[in-house]
């Protein structure tokens, strides 16, 4: 069975800063996609960026990037230039491309503290 | 559009009342989708949909049970609920084909006393 795990329930990082948050996963499938959601306190699931395994290039979106390693199972989400609104709890989440249910499977999660 | 909508927001029950949490979306998916999140657990999915008239069974599904009125809702009831049911429930849906992504709903905070 896939899991996904996420090592650090918090971190912290200054205002304008750059912050790593760490995802590692476990499958046997080749084909898969990788997720990052951000849940701030308003408890809405925001999805931030999404991966797909078949692609080398990593997925950006404006400060938000991830490195993606397939070999070592590893999905880190990298924020730059930390904002106040960035501060929630970031989820990372998998899905296996053969699955034709498309359900999630989630870490548990990281919150993630902004400091002015 | 709305998106995902669920019903109600918050609910207190008492150990072995029952009661449902309503789920809908006007983005016209095929799949959707019922998570519970608890504390250091991340979500985990209860039921899902693949498309209208069929349900199954996720990681988390035992004294659940899900109804797919139709296309547009999805509900979850609580014959009998129990402290252990205490949990923020998420709604989801997805499209079956183009992006994968699935779209969440606000979420239902139940505490079960």
């Known amino acids: 069975a896939q899991t996904v795990t996420q090592s650090q329930p918090e971190m912290s990082v200054q205002e304008a800063e750059t912050v790593t948050l760490s995802c590692t996963y476990d499958t046997s499938e080749s084909d898969y996609y990788l997720f990052w959601y951000k849940q701030p306190p308003s408890r809405q699931m925001i999805l931030v960026i999404r991966q797909e395994a078949y692609k080398q290039q990593n997925a950006t979106e404006n400060r938000f990037s991830v490195n993606f390693q397939k070999a070592a199972k590893s999905f880190s989400l990298k924020i730059s230039d930390s904002q106040l609104g960035d501060a929630a709890m970031y989820f990372c989440?998998?899905?296996?491309?053969?699955?034709?249910?498309?359900?999630?499977?989630f870490g548990q999660g990281t919150t993630l503290q902004v400091k002015p | 559009n709305a998106g995902v909508t669920q019903t109600p927001k918050f609910q207190v029950l008492k150990t072995g009342q029952s009661m449902t949490l309503q789920c809908a979306q006007d983005m016209n998916h095929n799949s959707m989708y019922w998570y519970r999140q608890d504390p250091g657990m991340g979500l985990r999915l209860i039921y899902y949909?693949?498309?209208?008239?069929?349900?199954d069974k996720g990681e988390v599904p035992n004294g659940y049970n899900v109804s797919r009125l139709n296309k547009r809702e999805f509900s979850l009831r609580l014959e009998s609920a129990a402290p252990s049911q205490t949990s923020v429930y998420f709604c989801?849906?997805?499209?079956?084909?183009?992006?994968?992504?699935?779209?969440f709903g606000p979420g239902t905070r139940l505490t079960v006393l």
């Open positions: 949909s693949a498309s209208e008239g069929t349900t």
């Open positions: 989801a849906s997805k499209p079956t084909s183009g992006t994968d992504t699935q779209y």
């Open positions: 989440a998998y899905r296996g491309y053969s699955s034709n249910t498309g359900k999630l499977i």
